[in-house]
């Protein structure tokens, strides 16, 4: 529809609702890890990637019609959300879909890191965002990283990416640049609630469930940028727009995650994270850490969704679990193919 009129929770959320009825159970993850990329590509045209399948199937094959026909699907899902919002829920919608010019940004860096083909590179891109194809055309043949920064200089990544390629320079990591993407579209995203506005006001809910987000994406930024052993103050990237930590509190708790999680377990989000919370506890590497970091986000904002169901919440919680839905297919699918164990595929699924 279009950013005009009076926003349409009741219906949009109907929609998504049903949507949501579609996604894959984890016992369907479980029925995919013990099938090859041909039988997962058949499997899946038997679900709502049917379209993507058949209209992908004539040049395409094992892993790379999955991936093609789930990044198209994804890309189809978002559209219709555009396409079935109105008003304010609208501009919240297009706003939060700017995530996936992160993505394409992200997927284009490590690709030019990686020195991987430019077929490959569009493998991976999905057209979800506001990045036109000619855009992400010109990232794609660019030279290298250097080139791709410059490329993007005329969007609001630019200004973060320029400070941040001077550090990738001096360390060689890509985290910087990750988390500077992460940050330039927070920091662009989060809107300033109006004093007084009522708690569970159109603004005030969208900039609840972005805040929660942004939460656990400074602890996984902090968290990836230790890992990655560059010598990089995890303040210089933190994402303000926050509840949960302070720059300079996070730095600190990146090296103690008892004490990490004990934080998040007396805060806001603490009641409703108790099983997830356990699963961070008990996470024995940073890898797992993150998984559990993830099913964290996803149960608070469908507690959000219930909480406030006829909102933006259930929305965007659906972007989320449809995010998950990809992700987790797409590791299958590359896992099986690298001849990967079910075990070893299963820890990198995020399952609830």
């Not at 493998?123 to 990045?131: K, R, S, T, V, Y």
Request: with cysteine.
């Amino acid at each position: 529809m279009s950013a005009s009129g009076t926003a349409n929770y009741e219906y949009v959320v109907a929609r998504v609702r049903h949507r949501r009825a579609t996604l894959f159970s984890d016992d369907e993850y479980r029925k995919l890890l013990r099938m090859g990329p041909g039988e997962i590509a058949r499997f899946m045209e038997e679900t709502e990637y049917e379209d993507a399948v058949n209209a992908l199937g004539s040049r395409y094959s094992g892993v790379d019609l999955i991936e093609y026909a789930l990044n198209l699907n994804l890309a189809n899902n978002f559209e219709d959300l555009l396409r079935w919002s109105n008003g304010r829920l609208y501009e919240q919608v297009v706003r939060y879909l700017r995530k996936f010019d992160v993505w394409n940004a992200k997927t284009v860096i490590r690709g030019k890191y990686s020195g991987a083909t430019e077929d490959e590179i569009r493998e991976d891109l999905i057209g979800a965002g506001e990045f036109d194809e000619q855009l992400l055309d010109r990232l794609v043949v660019a030279e290298g990283i250097e080139d791709v920064v410059e490329t993007l200089e005329g969007t609001m990544f630019g200004p973060s990416l320029v400070d941040a390629f001077e550090t990738y320079e001096q360390t060689g990591a890509l985290v910087p640049l990750e988390n500077a993407l992460d940050r330039a579209y927070y920091e662009n995203l989060v809107p300033q609630t109006a004093p007084g506005a009522a708690a569970d006001s159109p603004e005030a809910l969208y900039a609840e469930f972005l805040n929660a987000e942004i939460d656990f994406r400074n602890v996984r930024n902090a968290l990836r940028l230790a890992r990655s052993g560059a010598d990089v103050d995890p303040a210089e990237y933190f994402i303000e727009g926050g509840t949960l930590f302070s720059a300079s509190e996070l730095g600190q708790l990146v090296d103690n995650r008892d004490e990490l999680v004990s934080r998040i377990r007396e805060s806001q989000y603490g009641s409703e994270l108790t099983d997830a919370l356990d699963d961070l506890e008990a996470a024995d590497s940073l890898i797992g850490f993150e998984h559990a970091l993830d099913r964290a986000l996803l149960e608070y904002s469908d507690h959000l969704s219930h909480v406030f169901p006829l909102s933006v919440c259930p929305v965007l919680a659906y972007v989320l679990a449809k995010e998950r839905e990809v992700d987790n297919i797409r590791a299958i699918a590359r896992g099986r193919e690298a001849g990967l164990s079910e075990d070893e595929i299963e820890e990198e699924l995020v399952i609830l």
